[in-house]
């Protein structure tokens, strides 16, 4: 299984490939695009309904952000409790509230109609504050899950070690390997007549007054509906300036003791961090994550691994880090995520993003809100999760920040871009956005000297991409795209390639 970085993730021993002989000319049902936690949900939930579903994969079944996230399965979220009273009112903050156990239940539903083995574990979270402000905002979390019935207890003690000033226990929480989740629901999904076909780039869509017309890289492929589950939509739509990309990052270490706690752990730093086990290959590893920072906003990200491993060394007993990799996710303006119709479409496209650091929880709901739009046409969460929401207050104050970051990292970076005579200025080992004869460029040199160069405006809204030196990927800092070093594209929302350029010729 490959994924969208250059590291690799602890779920990666399990691969397979899905795609398989099909008619891609028929019309289908529904047509699913992205083969992630989201997608395959929503396709093998719609194919239950007796839908003819197809669901589309650009690279392979868990390429993206579920190939690389943490896997953590909770019922309480980055958006508060009394946040989402505040901004939302008490009824849809309950609703919000209540959509974690019901994710959590349509996952051990799945795992127990189709057999998956995929290392669920009902757990218990510890939420605990380090230090006096943390100890404010813990209380602000306790007060607003209480006014929605959500269970938190108090507690003096905590499996983790790491000193705490005051901390609280959350019951019915869980945790899974996703990839062999996501596995079982494909091998679901096909055996209930549902088509994959991997390796099959969607470029564009055409909404026609019966169908929706894709056109991809295995030619035109024809649906009543189409889902977008790409994380982020492709093209360019409202959503693309209320949700900012941001990237988290995970290490997998063994303990000299082997006294690895058992339960989920989070504390509430600013980004925070966040812990869990996992068995691979027999060998327990505790799972680290956090050092979180928007894309293409850090100029090192390899100093976010050191800080992230150098955080956990001081408090646990580590031996040997055997994994390390990070991942995306997208930050949506007010807090909520964007689950419905795709805004501009005539009721025919759906989309489903914006999950913070809860993607496998949301992906989960959204194939029930999916479904529930395409088969029913009304879902009782469409409202909150309406991609067409308009909140003028709930968010807005981060709204125009956000979009005044874009703007400004639009025009700097275009107009900074060092400017070179040679290639041979660029060291060994080196990566940067260069300047030459007017044109600009993204410029990785290898240790050995090889070069490898492409043009450096991203072609979704050509903003010139930086370098992320942990993932050997050019990120785009406005929206969140990225291309390996040969510009070939790793996520969306573009759906094009940076293009190569022939060193002997042109520079």
Sequence with gaps: MHRDGARKSIWQEEIRKFS????????????????????ISTALKLQQAGKRCILLEAANIGFGTTGGTTAHLNDFFDTTSNKAISDFGQDNAQLFADTGQEAIQIIE???QQYGIDCDFEKKTAYLFALDEKQQKELKDIVDGAEKVGHKMTFTDEIPFPIPF??????????????????????????????????????????????YVALETSQGEIKAKNVVYATHIPPG???????????????????????????D?????????????????????????????????????????????????????????AYYSWSSQYYEPVDGFPYIGKLPGSSGKIFTATG????????????SQVLSDLIITGSSKYENIFSPSRIKPIAGFADFVKENAVVAYDFIKDKLFAEKINSLTQVKEGEAKVVKYEGESYALYKETNGKIHLVKSTCPHAKCEVRWNSAELSWDCPCHGSRFNINGKLLTGPTVKDLPRVDTDSEI
């Design 264 to 320: 989920l752990g989070y504390d509430l730093l600013d980004p925070y961090h966040y812990y869990r086990t996992q068995e691979i290959d027999g060998q327990t590893l505790l799972i680290a994550g956090g050092e979180d920072h928007k894309t293409g906003h850090e100029e090192d990200t390899g100093e976010c691994f050191s800080r992230l491993e150098n955080y956990v060394r001081k408090y646990f007993d580590v031996e040997t």
């Design 165 to 210: 000033k005051e901390a609280v226990t959350i019951p019915d929480q869980a945790q899974f390997h996703p990839v062999k989740y996501i596995k079982g629901l494909c091998e679901a999904f096909i055996s209930l007549g549902g088509v994959i076909q991997e390796e099959c780039r969607c470029e564009s869509h055409d909404e026609q007054e019966n």
């Design 20 to 39: 398989s002989e099909a008619d891609l000319h028929q019309l289908y049902d529904v047509a699913v695009v992205g083969g992630g936690i989201t997608g």
């Design 109 to 111: 539903n799945n795992i």
């Design 355 to 366: 999950f913070r650091g809860n993607g496998m929880i949301f992906g989960t709901i959204s």
């Design 236 to 262: 360019l739509s409202v959503l693309h300036i209320t949700n900012a990309p941001y990237r988290s990052y995970a290490i997998a270490f063994s303990l000299k003791s082997g006294n690895y706690p058992k």
